[in-house]
């Protein structure tokens, strides 16, 4: 420390101490998310891929923790229509983008193409002259949607959410490469929610020109819709004249589903045959939404998931017995040994519809101390081969649970072979005491002799046949998600 004078008086003065220079907080590092459309998703119609330069709108909705799902409000939630471009590879933001919070999840919805008045509830018209491959691909609404998650790299399932329809020219008729497909008197506009993820078509009618889907062949987008009987619907204009073609009966477009329609014409220009088929357009986002891609990676050694859009119907009770444990991921800790058998299983399937693939679900355990009810589960798959998905939320114990089950197998004429159960802790609330499973935690069961008959439904549930290898083992229920 140094003394100074000051004037004549000798008055020591004492210099203050040096202070350091005020610090300024370092701002928290921002997050935006960007998203990657999921490789093997359904992609938009050009049935390739998007396009660099594409652009999606974002929703982003927080969630509380205890919800399953995202409720997307007209306006105000944690971000509003954000409009994301894709670079070949993922979509970033344009503009700000949305950030990631410190402490929660988000839930995302997208849609494609981006629509500046998007809301949860919206109008959405496609093109009158699709024949530009913008105009058709810019006709083709798409959306994705998302568990809640922190990542700040999220992947995008897109699906289809109009009807698609093509026509096909056959036969020694058509002797032009000149030649204009389109279809007539049909609504172009569809009234679209995004929390109930319905598309109902609105408005006028008018027509709209078909794009070109290869050698006489051509394709369209529409909202779905219904068209009556004998109604003017294709009108094919080739070498200046016109050829109409009417409906053989009243038609159904449903969302997500492909139309395709074979028109035969022969040498002598006379329309001899019209036909249609109802074909899968999309793999059914839903198996995501009742199992996530990492839980259905980890239960893919175990238990086939069998995709497609054209399952068998399975209506009808079967008797899974007698029923063991295939893998149980916390087997040690309240799981199954390999080879145990639990309390054999009434399934019944029933309601299946075949335009949006869901049917009912009624479970009972042979001794009537377990039983369970699903509707409106989801199924998957095509040929005898199907997959059936269900999820259910609730309480255990005081505990919220978002549990998943899955059954897959083959259809027989008596019965299902080879059917393979796997029941999936996907959520809950909190359990300090570790009382449930853990989330992620699955556990896979199959019919032991591959043959699961059918049967009717039990007025009163018999006991379990018994089997040789079943003292061995503590029986138990499938259905029981307490340690």
């Known amino acids: 420390m140094l003394a100074a004078s000051c004037g004549g008086g000798g008055t020591d003065v004492i210099e203050p101490t040096p202070q350091p220079e005020p610090t300024t907080p370092e701002p928290t590092p921002t997050v935006v998310v960007s998203f990657v459309p999921y490789l093997d998703a359904p992609t938009r119609a050009t049935d390739t891929s998007f396009d660099i330069n594409d652009r999606v709108g974002v929703f982003a909705v927080e969630s509380s923790g205890s919800d399953n799902r995202a409720i997307i409000a007209d306006h105000g939630n944690y971000a509003d229509n954000v409009q994301y471009q894709y670079d070949g590879s993922r979509f970033n933001r344009v503009n700000t983008g949305i950030e990631i919070p410190q402490d929660g999840k988000l839930y995302y919805t997208a849609i494609y193409p981006y629509v500046s008045n998007a809301s949860n509830s919206f109008t959405f018209g496609v093109n009158g002259d699709q024949r530009t491959p913008e105009a058709y691909t810019s006709s083709d609404l798409c959306t994705a949607s998302t568990n809640a998650t922190s990542e700040k790299l999220v992947d995008l399932r897109f699906s289809h959410r109009l009807s698609k329809i093509v026509i096909n020219l056959t036969g020694d008729g058509w002797n032009s490469s000149d030649i204009q497909v389109k279809v007539k008197n049909v609504h172009t506009s569809a009234n679209v929610n995004l929390n109930n993820l319905t598309f109902t078509a609105i408005g006028s009618t008018k027509d709209v020109i078909c794009a070109s889907n290869g050698t006489l062949s051509y394709k369209v987008i529409l909202p779905p819709q219904s068209v009556s009987q004998n109604e003017k619907l294709f009108v094919i204009t080739m070498n200046g004249a016109d050829y109409t073609v009417e409906t053989q009966g009243n038609l159904e477009f449903h969302s997500g589903k492909a139309y395709e ?223």
């Open 261 to 483: 329609y074979t028109i035969n014409m022969d040498a002598n220009h006379e329309i001899v045959e019209f036909t249609g088929d109802i074909n899968p357009w999309n793999v059914d986002e839903r198996i995501n939404d009742v199992v996530p891609e990492d839980i259905q990676e980890k239960i893919s050694p175990y238990i086939p998931i069998y995709r497609g859009n054209t399952p068998p119907n399975i209506e009808g009770t079967i008797f899974v017995d007698p029923f063991q444990a295939v893998y149980c991921e916390d087997y040690g800790n309240g799981g199954y040994a390999p080879g145990a058998i639990v309390n054999s299983t009434y399934i019944r399937f029933s309601n299946q519809n075949s335009i949006y693939n869901t049917l009912d679900i009624d479970q009972t355990n042979a001794s009537g101390t377990d039983t369970s009810t699903g509707t409106g589960a989801f199924i998957s798959g095509s040929g005898n081969n199907f997959s059936a998905f269900f999820n259910t939320i609730g309480q255990t114990n005081g505990i919220s649970t978002k549990t998943a089950l899955v059954i897959s197998g083959t259809k027989a004429s008596g019965g299902i072979v080879n059917l393979k159960y796997a029941f999936i802790m996907v959520e809950k609330g909190s359990d300090p005491n570790k009382t449930l499973m853990e989330e992620g935690i699955f556990r896979v069961f199959e019919d032991q002799d591959g043959m699961s008959e059918y049967t009717s439904w039990p007025r009163s549930n018999a006991p379990a046949r018994q089997n040789s290898t079943s003292s061995q083992f503590t029986k138990g229920s499938v259905f029981s998600i307490v340690k």
